[in-house]
């Protein structure tokens, strides 16, 4: 039974830091693509970053989107399967709930990974 548990929204002010963490059980840890999605309100739903970890690259394949790049990063702990998105100037545009994916590779498509998680707000104002 593969379950992602998510944690670290809430609210900051603009320019704060946040960190959400994404800890997956029953998944291997290689060959795992991590994904962070976020929903902004009234927005369209769109990845913001992801870590593919395979054997031919243990340390993982990062991708960011352009409106990220430079902000946030995403980073992953091998003994406890997290994934952690560190999110630094943070703006008023990155408010969302943002959601945790996992499969073995990765994909543009929320909706194309079989795990997901509920979802964490992260408000800024």
């Known amino acids: 039974h593969v379950q992602l548990v998510e944690s670290g929204g809430g609210s900051v002010q603009a320019g704060g830091s946040l960190t959400l963490s994404c800890a997956a059980s029953?998944?291997?840890?290689?060959?795992?693509?991590m994904a962070w999605f976020r929903q902004p309100p009234g927005n369209e739903r769109g990845r913001v970053a992801s870590?593919?970890?395979?054997?031919?690259?243990?340390?993982?394949?990062?991708y960011y989107a352009n409106s990220v790049q430079g902000r946030f990063t995403i980073s992953h702990n091998n003994v406890k399967n997290t994934v952690f998105l560190q999110m630094n100037s943070l703006q008023d545009d990155d408010t969302a709930l943002y959601i945790c994916?996992?499969?073995?590779?990765?994909?543009?498509?929320?909706?194309?990974?079989?795990?997901r998680s509920q979802g964490t707000q992260v408000t800024v104002s």
């Open positions: 029953g998944y291997p840890a290689d060959n795992i693509c």
């Open positions: 870590l593919w970890r395979t054997t031919i690259s243990p340390l993982g394949i990062p």
């Open positions: 994916a996992a499969d073995r590779t990765c994909h543009n498509e929320l909706t194309n990974y079989p795990y």
